[in-house]
């Protein structure tokens, strides 16, 4: 590597950053732009590709336009982003149409009927993966169904990251995990080989009934497979041409690997918009008799070193509390303000100083459903009039845990016993939350010190490949060397073990209720 620096890209789906690491100096430095999402009928989730694109090259040439001795310190660039959904790109890598997010839910009715017909069966097998709405199959089988134009001018269907990669680099090609990711390749070939070149399942294109448009698929590239940024990338960013580019991975496995985890001997929870809950195993437990069949996971994809990720996830996570403090308990939140306080700082520091009572309330995080049931909705139950503000946040603190705790008791479910806990996204920010974390979940909570963990790992993988650090592991390890841990209170394990019986009890019950939606 000739420069110095790494540069990595992390497009989630509201923000865009590009982080730029100093591995001799141990410092970082990173630039966000929003990109605004598109919503045209009711259901319908999209982004501008171009204004994606347009946005992070600002953040590159914000970063390069402040760097002591230009573009060339900038040694090799990693990539991670968003999985699922669809970007439609020409054989230039332009797009073809707006992006479609993962959260769309046009295919709807059609993942309704598959699942009725045992669709998700039929094709766990290859392809790993539940049937949701805002996965890649279903997406393209609504396009074809309802708008095949696009389809018919599009040359191949990209994931976020590798969307990114070619506008960089001019050449339009898929990777590994975020094929895995995705749900269309035979997953099951890697089972013989982990270095395998992937292909789209046959099978599961017939089941989808979209075998027609098996074109629009590449064949996979492995994680480390190298680049050179185009001349017209490099016009755009202000990157230096030819600088490298390393193909990356989806984003829940950067997430995993930048958390320090390589093996099986942690599990990764992410606590942002989405609650994101992993476990990495054997690839040789990646089938139905295994891991796959006894977890039944949201989503599974491969990950480094020859790995499964199983990933248990749904919109239960810190969303809901965001919600809370701008949506409804908004009194004590306009108070915060007109104090000129941070409202979701001073709110978590009141819960440091709350009473616990085996009767507070509970709050179930299912306002943008549930991880069993889409139409679940949120509620508060066992309010009474001794109850003010901070009890009743309190309870949505809580709750939110106690579904983390849901996902990750299912993950656990071949283990012998449970596992420590790597926290990461919005959550682990807050010392009050990372304790109450490690009380509801009853075990070690440990936190880094770097917020910005999956663009840590593609920057150690980009390090790995261009010899600055010998693996990746080395690299995450010199890159986040300070991790807090954060013990259960032993005096607090009954009470939180009599809460959260109950809280399973109506959480089974809270998800059978559609609320005149019908079944």
């Not at 694109?53 to 060339?72: E, K, Q």
């Not at 996965?135 to 976020?160: I, M, Y």
């Not at 990251?161 to 960089?168: I, P, Q």
Request: aromatic share 6%.
């Amino acid at each position: 590597m000739t420069g110095d620096l790494l540069l990595a890209l992390d497009a989630g789906g509201s923000y865009v950053k590009a982080t730029l690491f100093d591995p001799a100096a141990g410092t970082s430095r990173t630039v966000g732009r929003a990109v605004d999402l598109v919503r045209p009928r009711p259901g319908f989730t999209e982004r501008d590709a171009e204004l994606l694109w347009s946005a992070t090259c600002r953040c590159i040439a914000d970063l390069v336009a402040d760097l002591d001795g230009g573009p060339g310190r900038i040694g090799v660039v990693g990539l991670t982003g968003h999985g699922n959904g669809l970007y439609l790109v020409d054989a230039a890598g332009r797009p073809t149409a707006n992006a479609i997010m993962a959260a769309d839910g046009r295919a709807g009715e059609l993942v309704g009927a598959w699942l009725r017909d045992g669709v998700e069966d039929a094709v766990r097998g290859q392809a790993w993966n539940g049937v949701w709405a805002g996965k890649p199959g279903p997406l393209l089988a609504w396009l074809d169904r309802h708008d095949p134009d696009v389809l018919d001018r599009t040359h191949a269907v990209l994931s976020c990251k590798d969307y990114l990669r070619a506008r960089l680099t001019g050449v339009v090609s898929t990777e590994v995990t975020d094929a895995t990711a995705g749900g269309l390749y035979d997953n099951s070939a890697l089972l013989a080989d982990p270095g395998a070149t992937l292909s789209a399942s046959d099978g599961t294109l017939r089941a989808y009934g979209i075998e027609h448009r098996r074109g629009l698929l590449r064949e996979t590239v492995d994680s480390t497979a190298e680049y050179g940024v185009s001349t017209e990338g490099a016009a755009a960013t202000g990157l230096r041409p030819g600088t490298p580019v390393v193909a990356g991975l989806v984003d829940n496995a950067a997430m995993q690997h930048g958390s320090g985890v390589f093996d099986s001997g942690a599990v990764c929870v992410g606590a942002g918009t989405w609650s994101i809950n992993q476990l990495l195993v054997p690839l040789e437990q990646m089938t139905m008799d295994g891991a796959l069949g006894s977890v039944r996971p949201y989503a599974s994809n491969s990950a480094l070193n020859g790995l499964g990720l199983l990933c248990e996830a749904s919109a239960t996570s810190a969303s809901n509390f965001a919600w809370a403090l701008e949506r409804v308990l908004t009194g004590a939140s306009g108070a915060d303000r007109a104090a000129g306080s941070d409202v979701f700082e001073a709110r978590l520091e009141r819960e440091r100083e709350r009473s616990r009572r085996v009767d507070d309330p509970m709050f179930f995080p299912f306002i943008d459903g549930s991880r069993d049931d889409s139409a679940a909705r949120g509620a508060w139950l066992g309010l009474s009039s001794a109850n003010g503000e901070d009890d009743v946040l309190g309870a949505v603190l809580e709750g939110i845990c106690f579904e983390h705790r849901r996902h990750v008791e299912r993950l656990e479910r071949t283990l012998p016993r449970p596992l420590p806990v790597r926290l990461s996204g919005g959550a682990s920010r807050s010392p009050v939350w990372c304790r109450l974390f490690a009380d509801v979940l009853a075990r070690p909570v440990q936190v880094s010190s770097v917020t910005e963990l999956g663009s840590l790992c593609v920057a150690a993988l980009a390090g790995a490949g261009s010899g600055v650090f010998r693996t990746v592991e080395e690299g995450v390890a010199r890159l986040s060397p300070r991790w807090s841990t954060f013990e259960p209170d032993e005096r607090l394990a009954e009470h939180f073990d009599r809460r959260w019986r109950t809280y399973q009890t109506w959480a089974s019950q809270l998800g059978r209720l559609h609320w005149g939606v019908d079944a």
